[in-house]
T-cell receptor, first 113, second 110 residues
Framework: NAGVTQTPKFQVLKTGQSMTLQCAQD?????MYWYRQDPGMGLRLIYY???????DKGEVPNGYNVSRLNKREFSLRLESAAPSQTSVYFC????????????FGDGTRLSIL | RKEVEQDPGPFNVPEGATVAFNCTYS??????FFWYRQDCRKEPKLLMS???SGNEDGRFTAQLNRASQYISLLIRDSKLSDSATYLC???????????FGQGTELSVKP
């Protein structure tokens, strides 16, 4: 079972470059999420999509855009990468009901020079 | 005040020890609660959900006290393989979002 799949797993960018992180889930979940994790900061929500066709800002949305392409896919775009966006990015999905946990992809390690 | 606060850690314990992690949350409307485990910056993985009546899964016991807005995780007979960071996670009932604590690191030594 694939679960939540993220691509790429590693990426190095130069300041000002753009890129899109891809996420797909095969669990037929309605909700999908993008987090970043930095040392000492824990997981912080960037954007989420409660259902296909909707997206909302999380705690740290600045510098990012998202697209919920269909029920399976939720992408995160950095339009002009900055060194402060160096982080580990996790995508997650869940059912929308309140008592359901989130399932995570194995992360994208992004370095911006 | 942070929405979810955990013991700062790290906890260094010998094999076989019993260790307890504590967590408090600020939003009294929170509906569901979880403990996740994360190894070496890999993805967080669900360890167990936390129910009002308390629940147990093998060596792991989770407790919830809604009145005190407090969650705990007890690990008995610690194994080397339990070494990880344990994340307290709260669903504040805001569209499926989860709020993660910063995590408590556990290191189990031989």
């Amino acid at each position: 079972n694939a679960g939540v799949t993220q691509t790429p797993k590693f990426q190095v960018l130069k300041t000002g470059q753009s890129m899109t992180l891809q996420c797909a889930q095969d669990m037929n979940h309605n909700s999908m999420y993008w987090y970043r994790q930095d040392p000492g900061m824990g997981l912080r929500l960037i954007y989420y999509s409660a259902s296909e066709g909707t997206t909302d800002k999380g705690e740290v949305p600045n510098g990012y855009n998202v697209s919920r392409l269909n029920k399976r896919e939720f992408s995160l775009r950095l339009e002009s990468a900055a060194p402060s966006q160096t982080s580990v990015y996790f995508c997650a999905s869940s059912e929308v009901t309140v008592d359901q946990p989130q399932h995570f992809g194995d992360g994208t390690r992004l370095s911006i020079l | 005040r942070k929405e979810v606060e955990q013991d700062p850690g790290p906890f260094n314990v010998p094999e076989g020890a019993t260790v307890a992690f504590n967590c408090t949350y600020s939003n009294s409307a929170s509906q569901s609660f979880f403990w996740y485990r994360q190894d070496c910056r890999k993805e967080p993985k669900l360890l167990m959900s936390v129910y009002s009546s308390g629940n147990e899964d093998g060596r792991f016991t989770a407790q919830l006290n809604r009145a005190s807005q407090y969650i705990s995780l007890l690990i008995r007979d610690s194994k080397l393989s339990d070494s990880a960071t344990y994340l307290c996670v709260v669903n504040p009932n805001q569209g499926g979002k989860l709020i993660f604590g910063q995590g408590t690191e556990l290191s189990v030594k031989p």
